[in-house]
């Protein structure tokens, strides 16, 4: 069973949905995002929306962003917290870069139209191995290191839990409070006070608990689902033996609730079994 974090007193900054909240200050998601980006004169920031949700189609997976922001230039940053190592954090950074580019260009448009932009994912793991705080990811030419592909997109993970790397003492305040650990910098100190200002805001507090509520029950509805798709499995293959040790069909009907094209289809699934079986390739 997945355990969800319910007390909404004691969700810090490394909460996705209090980290999206906080970020919501534009001045302290711009100076977060000069911290992670000292090389940048980031000036200004617009907010398009707030945890920005896009979903393609119907059969596309769609995601909701934490803190989907545009700077200086239509620089697009995109930021997430990401405290749980998925296995595939890599390949989803490719998926988020992948929709937020369909979102920036209309059809007919030239791919210069493509704004630059940045995937910044915050862990308090290190992914890599490494033990370095910060791991900045573009396309080099794998036969020559100085060509760079210049497509426009950064993809950086932050890791709370490193310690190799130079990186300034407001990023790192950032990240021990990511982590858990006290922090003392004047930044770190301006994320604490933002984060209880956040946890006094009644609205809030309810969108949270609404949200809680919502993915708990796809979550059981998913696990309803695995659970009847594994016991209507289990029913065919009892339906299966009894086919094959010939049972009467009105005799397997009966005990296992199933009808004539039902049992059809499992003979026939049988009989392809026994050829392939037989007939090895």
Same mark, same amino acid.
């Given at each position: 069973?997945?355990?969800?974090?319910?007390?909404?007193? *004691?969700?810090?900054?490394?909460? !996705?949905? #209090?980290?999206?909240?906080?970020?919501? !200050?534009?001045?302290?998601?711009?100076?977060?995002?000069?911290?992670?980006?000292?090389?940048?004169?980031?000036?200004? #920031?617009?907010?398009?929306?707030?945890?920005?949700?896009?979903?393609? !189609?119907?059969?596309?997976? *769609?995601?909701?962003?934490?803190?989907?922001?545009?700077?200086?230039? *239509? @620089?697009? $940053?995109?930021?997430?917290?990401? @405290?749980?190592?998925?296995?595939?954090?890599? +390949?989803?950074?490719? $998926?988020?870069?992948?929709?937020?580019?369909?979102?920036? #260009?209309?059809?007919?448009?030239?791919? @210069?139209?493509?704004?630059?932009? $940045?995937?910044?994912?915050?862990?308090?793991?290190?992914?890599?191995? +490494?033990?370095? &705080?910060?791991?900045?990811?573009?396309?080099?030419? %794998?036969?020559?290191?100085?060509? &760079?592909?210049?497509?426009?997109?950064?993809?950086?993970?932050?890791?709370?839990? =490193?310690?190799?790397?130079? /990186?300034?003492?407001?990023? %790192?305040?950032?990240?021990?409070?990511?982590?858990?650990?006290?922090? *003392?910098?004047?930044?770190?100190? %301006?994320?604490?006070?933002?984060?209880?200002?956040? +946890?006094?805001?009644?609205?809030?507090? &309810?969108?949270?608990? @609404?949200?809680?509520?919502?993915?708990?029950?796809?979550?059981? %509805?998913?696990?309803?689902? =695995? /659970?009847?798709?594994?016991?209507?499995?289990?029913?065919? +293959? /009892?339906?299966?033996?009894?086919?094959?040790?010939?049972?009467?069909?009105?005799?397997?009907?009966?005990?296992?609730?199933?009808?004539?094209?039902?049992?059809?289809?499992?003979?026939?699934?049988?009989?392809?079994?026994?050829?392939?079986?037989?007939?090895?390739?």
């Amino acid at each position: 069973m997945i355990k969800m974090k319910t007390d909404w007193n *004691s969700l810090g900054i490394s909460n !996705d949905f #209090i980290f999206g909240k906080v970020m919501t !200050d534009p001045a302290l998601c711009m100076e977060l995002l000069q911290k992670i980006l000292p090389e940048l004169n980031i000036s200004s #920031i617009q907010y398009p929306e707030l945890q920005k949700s896009i979903r393609l !189609d119907k059969d596309a997976r *769609s995601i909701r962003l934490d803190v989907y922001v545009i700077g200086d230039n *239509s @620089t697009v $940053y995109n930021i997430e917290m990401q @405290t749980i190592d998925t296995k595939e954090l890599p +390949k989803r950074t490719r $998926y988020y870069q992948s929709i937020i580019d369909l979102q920036l #260009i209309d059809k007919g448009e030239t791919y @210069t139209k493509l704004n630059n932009s $940045y995937i910044i994912f915050i862990c308090p793991f290190d992914l890599f191995g +490494k033990n370095r &705080h910060i791991y900045t990811f573009e396309y080099i030419c %794998k036969e020559d290191n100085y060509i &760079h592909l210049q497509d426009g997109t950064t993809r950086i993970f932050l890791n709370a839990d =490193g310690n190799t790397g130079n /990186i300034s003492e407001g990023l %790192k305040a950032f990240l021990d409070l990511v982590a858990g650990r006290p922090v *003392s910098d004047p930044f770190g100190k %301006k994320l604490e006070d933002a984060v209880k200002e956040a +946890k006094k805001n009644r609205e809030w507090r &309810h969108e949270y608990m @609404t949200l809680l509520m919502r993915d708990m029950e796809n979550i059981e %509805k998913g696990m309803e689902k =695995g /659970i009847e798709q594994g016991m209507e499995q289990e029913r065919r +293959k /009892i339906i299966m033996k009894m086919l094959s040790q010939e049972f009467p069909v009105e005799q397997i009907m009966a005990v296992c609730d199933a009808s004539r094209d039902e049992i059809e289809v499992c003979r026939k699934n049988l009989s392809s079994f026994s050829e392939l079986n037989q007939n090895p390739l």
